[in-house]
């Protein structure tokens, strides 16, 4: 069995930080490409950024460039988020997301998800 969990959201304050977590349990998370993606009320789900395991490429939304970065942890078999300068158009539930080795602009190519954690950014 493979299992995501995202962790890490909250409330927070505009311009200010968030790390989000993901988890892996059942396989090596380090083989695989991971993806975040959001999504906010009322509106689509959005990916924002996602890493090749094969290339270390990370390919970024437009919203999230300059501001989003993500790592990972191998020894915790856990990936992060971590998310500055935040803005209120930020508030979304944010999923995990991974498939085999290559990063993928379709959402129907992923298949093991986290539940979604919530952010918002609200002062």
């Known amino acids: 069995q493979v299992l995501l969990t995202d962790s890490g959201g909250g409330l927070v304050q505009p311009g200010g930080s968030l790390r989000l977590s993901c988890a892996a349990e059942?396989?090596?998370?380090?083989?695989?490409?991971i993806a975040w993606f959001r999504q906010a009320p009322g509106k689509e789900r959005e990916e924002i950024l996602c890493?090749?395991?094969?290339?270390?490429?990370?390919y970024y939304a437009n919203s999230a460039k300059g501001r989003f970065t993500i790592s990972r942890d191998v020894a915790k078999n856990t990936v992060y988020l971590q998310m500055n300068g935040l803005k209120p158009e930020d508030t979304a539930t944010y999923y995990c997301t991974s498939r085999p080795n290559y990063c993928s602009a379709h959402e129907r190519d992923y298949t093991s998800w986290g539940q979604g954690t919530q952010v918002i950014v609200s002062s």
């Open positions: 059942g396989y090596v998370l380090n083989s695989y490409a």
């Open positions: 890493e090749s395991s094969s290339s270390g490429t990370v």
